[in-house]
Nanobody
Framework: QVKLVESGGGLVQPGGSLRLSCAASGSIFSIVAMGWYRQNPGKQRELVADITSGGSTNYADSVLGRFTIARDNAKNTLYLQMNSLKPEDTAVYFC??????????WGQGTQVTVSS
């Protein structure tokens, strides 16, 4: 079983920054990709950014140039550096891991609120 634990969410003013972390533990097979998703009540969960085992990254248009995804393979930890935050970035952010067996795992989510 794989466990993902997110941290780093909170309340920040518009224009501010936050850094999310996702620590993976358990029976982790070869990771294909990890990513960050976000969701607001009544809306679909959407991809924010992901990164493959080879280091290729992909970002939603809405965060391109403001957010940076990174992985520390030795620590099985995923990060999301979020700069120039906007109120529309407010959401619950979830960490996702996909492994070579085709299994996908989710964290419990961390709330990010951007408000003055």
């Amino acid at each position: 079983q794989v466990k993902l634990v997110e941290s780093g969410g909170g309340l920040v003013q518009p224009g501010g920054s936050l850094r999310l972390s996702c620590a993976a533990s358990g029976s982790i097979f070869s990771i294909v990709a990890m990513g960050w998703y976000r969701q607001n009540p009544g809306k679909q969960r959407e991809l924010v950014a992901d990164i493959t085992s080879g280091g290729s990254t992909n970002y939603a248009d809405s965060v391109l140039g403001r957010f940076t995804i990174a992985r520390d393979n030795a620590k099985n930890t995923l990060y999301l550096q979020m700069n120039s935050l906007k109120p529309e970035d407010t959401a619950v952010y979830f960490c996702n891991l996909g492994d070579i067996s085709g299994s996908y795992y989710w964290g419990q989510g961390t709330q990010v609120t951007v408000s003055s």
